[in-house]
């Protein structure tokens, strides 16, 4: 384990945080599907991202989802953080994307390293910063972007986290994360295939760069 937190996190963190890192933590291999946290849940640990993709996502009250932004290797979450410090029930939902190793860190250990390393809390900084960021982007693309454009940009983001460019979701999961039906979905991606930009398969979906 310690080779691959050296060539993840060795730019951010000093061998003596990776040496307590890789004492404490517990190295995890998790399947794509796999829920890592539920929303109502009380957060015990903190991910670190090896490899692989988790996504994040919000739900309302009557189970609707929505797509907030993709963790990917040497990214942990800043919800997950806020949750551990706070020992908060958590307000997201984390679902692997693809296959994904992680070392899961103890909450306990938040507040020490915050203290005993400023790269911790540089690390937990910039976290937040960029989670925010992923956040407005979300933010944006709902409040200025046409559905189209939304899911020409969702696209574009899944190909990116997934390890062969390829969309594997159905209809109605995209439907899901996006926060909208089926149908309008289906009748916007055969409109984006019309246009060149995506090619449709039976079971899944494909950019045309």
Partial sequence: MIQELKNNYGHLFENDLLTEINQV?????????????????????MPLLISGAIKILREDNDGDELLLYFLEKGDTCAMTLTCCLGQTKSEIKAIVETDAKLIMIP???????????????????????NRLNEMLDTIDS????????????YLNEKARVSEDGI?????????????TSRVVISRL???????GEIKLH????????
């Fill in 189 to 195: 991606l055969k409109k984006l295939e019309n246009l």
């Fill in 142 to 153: 709902i409040a200025f972007l046409k559905m189209d454009e939304r899911l020409l940009k």
């Fill in 25 to 45: 933590g517990t190295f995890k291999e998790v399947p794509e599907g796999f829920k890592m946290i539920n929303i109502g849940e009380y957060v015990k640990s």
């Fill in 202 to 209: 039976r079971n899944y979906i494909t950019l045309v760069k």
């Fill in 107 to 129: 909450i306990q250990k938040m507040e020490e390293w915050s203290a005993k390393y400023k790269s911790w809390r540089n690390f937990v900084f910039e976290s937040y910063h």
């Fill in 167 to 179: 969309i594997k979701n159905t209809h109605q999961e995209i439907a899901y994360e996006l926060h």
